[in-house]
């Protein structure tokens, strides 16, 4: 069986999203899954040229930034699926949103980025996801993402 990615099986706007969005041409394109150990999810990812900071091979903490950001939300709602016993399509959609990211140290763009990310700390309205952001199996980044549970409009 062939595993999707996360936002493979996203549905509706989410999938425009520039960091991990599949609709979204000039995105970044991320592709999330679980990990296969069972602890969390994972993600890589390879920087182009386009994508560095002021100086030559470094990535851009925006794009770190976007990485952890989008990561770790997919990572959310895809636990709270999972949790809840709830498929993609059914309505209304679980949906979170960042309510606070934090990041560290520039990474190098000479090899692809791996994310993992693993929720810490789950209530009904909130998610602190961790991430680290790895290059050749050293870690760059680590980010914090405080994924806050969007409510339907009724």
Same mark, same amino acid.
Request: proline share 4%; hydrophobic share 40%; aromatic share 8%.
């Given at each position: ?77 895809? $636990?709270?699926? &999972?949790?809840?016993? $709830? ?25 692809? $980025?791996?994310? &993992? ?7 009904? &309205? ?12 050293? $870690? ?15």
């Amino acid at each position: 069986m062939e595993k999707s990615a996360f936002q493979d099986i996203f549905a509706g706007s989410t999938s425009y999203c520039w960091g991990c969005g599949c609709n979204n041409q000039y995105g970044l394109q991320l592709k999330s899954y679980w990990a296969e150990d069972g602890e969390g999810t994972i993600c890589v990812w390879r920087p182009q040229a386009h994508h560095t900071a002021a100086w030559p091979d470094i990535l851009s903490g925006g794009i770190i930034a976007s990485l952890i950001d989008c990561h770790s939300v997919c990572t959310a709602m895809m $636990v709270a699926h &999972r949790d809840e016993n $709830v498929a993609w399509s059914s309505e209304p959609a679980i949906i979170y949103i960042t309510a606070s990211l934090q990041y560290l140290k520039p990474t190098s763009m000479a090899h692809p $980025v791996t994310l &993992r990310a693993t929720v810490r700390e789950q209530t009904e &309205r909130k998610m602190r996801v961790e991430c680290g952001v790895f290059s050749q199996d050293e $870690v760059c980044a680590r980010g914090e993402v405080i994924a806050v549970r969007l409510a339907p409009k009724t």
